[in-house]
């Protein structure tokens, strides 16, 4: 089956610049999250969706980060404006069930580094 | 709130020894553990998972164990071979909370020849 998809997969923005993600979750997958992971770091949990809705966006730093999920598919994340703290991947998961206890799978991630 | 603390932060091993990642979790209501290798560049996949309600899994040379009075899991690798060197997440989710996974910091392990 396709995995998560995402883009671009690298990103390079001067600071007070704005940038977008883009995420394409498995097909059938009603929960999907964004990431962020910061060199040497786990990921950190921004925004969680199920379906069209939020469930959790309580780490998302709102004065700047924004996502959204149209119609329940793809997803993206925009950062307006970026800060130099902000470089790092940003991973998009999708997973079968809201409910819990199943896999998430990860996309490859977008690299975003903020000058 | 919850938080995932995942040790050692570097492991190295000699090919063919075994390797142990330890993790603790914070919130009590977590029923499920999931452990993700991530390789260089490349996105974390999932290599293998318990639930609340089982105290030890295995799948071939990878052994996860449970123990839910201490808050901790581990993850045991045997027989180590050089591909298994990686970055290696712990997390730590409940079902209520819609699998909202928390993880730890990652452990890198490198496996010598």
């Known amino acids: 089956e396709a995995g998560v998809a995402q883009s671009p997969r690298y990103k390079i923005i001067e600071k007070r610049q704005s940038v977008a993600f883009w995420c394409n979750p498995i097909s059938g997958h009603a929960t999907l999250y964004w990431y962020q992971q910061i060199l040497g770091q786990g990921p950190k949990l921004l925004i969680q969706?199920?379906?069209?809705?939020?469930?959790?966006d309580s780490q998302l730093p709102k004065d700047r980060f924004s996502a959204e999920r149209l119609k329940g598919v793809d997803s993206t994340l925009k950062i307006q404006p970026a800060k130099l703290e902000d470089s790092a991947v940003y991973l998009c998961?999708?997973?079968?069930?809201?409910?819990?206890?199943?896999?998430?799978?990860f996309g490859q991630g977008t690299r975003l580094t903020v000058v | 709130g919850e938080n995932v603390e995942q040790h050692p932060s570097t492991l190295s091993v000699q090919e063919g020894d075994s390797a142990v990642i330890k993790c603790t979790y914070s919130?009590?209501?977590?029923?499920?553990f999931p452990w993700y290798k991530q390789e260089l560049g490349k996105r974390p996949q999932l290599i293998i998972d318990?639930?609340?309600?089982?105290g030890e899994k295995k799948d071939q040379r990878i052994a996860v164990t449970l123990n839910k009075t201490a808050k901790h899991f581990s993850l045991h690798i045997t027989e180590t071979q050089p591909e298994d060197s990686a970055v290696y997440f712990c997390a730590a989710s409940r079902a209520n909370q819609g699998g909202k996974l928390i993880f730890g910091q990652g452990t890198e392990l490198s496996v010598k020849p």
């Open positions: 969706f199920q379906n069209n809705g939020v469930v959790d």
């Open positions: 318990i639930r609340s309600n089982v």
């Open positions: 919130d009590s209501a977590s029923n499920y």
């Open positions: 998961a999708s997973s079968l069930s809201g409910r819990g206890n199943t896999e998430a799978f």
